[in-house]
T-cell receptor
């Protein structure tokens, strides 16, 4: 079935360093890839997304890259800050459906 | 942006009782809504797709007789956990799609604790 693998499951970085989280999807019909940040007990918040016709997108300290051939997409956070600490989920959306398949999540800790 | 609300935000109930959770789209209509369950330190798992005016579609392994879904109007879907047990304790989140099929708006979640 469809699945999205996400790595690493936990990530600790020093404040100011960069963090990279990687996802791999299985459904070649996926065409939209959002990234969510979730703080404890809160709803997932969309932080950036990318569509399959684009290879890279950047929004200030956050960027996402997509390699459609390899079915990989990655989240890059530069100049990390303690408030970036949270759980991050990637997701893949299949064209023509409403369904999201979520990755397993990455717990990011930014150490001050 | 679009807003989705959930009620209650948290609930504690005794084993064997039923609990109803509401999901509302506040400023837009949603013919489809989604119910997710999230156990501690785990990902969001889609439970079912709620369809206004028709039966819900359940994911494999989700008991439709235990998790009753009713999409009463274009702005309200309800999830009823029947005969709740401690293993049903979880964070339940709903979502509704926007005008395009790829965007989704998440509710704030409901934390259910079954004693």
């Amino acid at each position: 079935g469809e699945n999205v693998e996400q790595h690493p499951s936990t990530l600790s970085v020093q404040e100011g360093d960069s963090a990279v989280i990687k996802c791999t999807y299985s459904d070649s019909a996926s065409n939209y890839f959002p990234w969510y940040k979730q703080e404890l007990g809160k709803r997932p918040q969309l932080i950036i997304d990318i569509r399959s016709n684009v290879g890279e997108k950047k929004d200030q300290r956050i960027a996402v890259t997509l390699n459609k051939t390899a079915k990989h997409f990655s989240l890059h956070i530069t100049e990390t800050q303690p408030e970036d600490s949270a759980v991050y989920f990637c997701a893949a959306h299949r064209e023509g459906t409403y369904k999201y398949i979520f990755g397993t999540g990455t717990r990011l800790k930014v150490l001050a | 942006g679009a807003v989705v609300s959930q009620h209650p935000s948290w609930v504690i109930c005794k084993s064997g009782t039923s609990v109803k959770i509401e999901c509302r789209s506040l400023d837009f209509q949603a013919t489809t809504m989604f119910w997710y369950r999230q156990f501690p330190k785990q990902s969001l798992m889609l439970m079912a797709t709620s369809n206004e005016g028709s039966k819900a579609t359940y994911e494999q392994g989700v008991e439709k007789d235990k998790f009753l879904i009713n999409h009463a109007s274009l702005t309200l879907s309800t999830l009823t956990v029947t005969s709740a047990h401690p293993e049903d304790s979880s964070f339940y989140i709903c979502s509704a799609p926007g005008t395009s099929t790829d965007t989704q708006y998440f509710g704030p979640g409901t934390r259910l604790t079954v004693l």
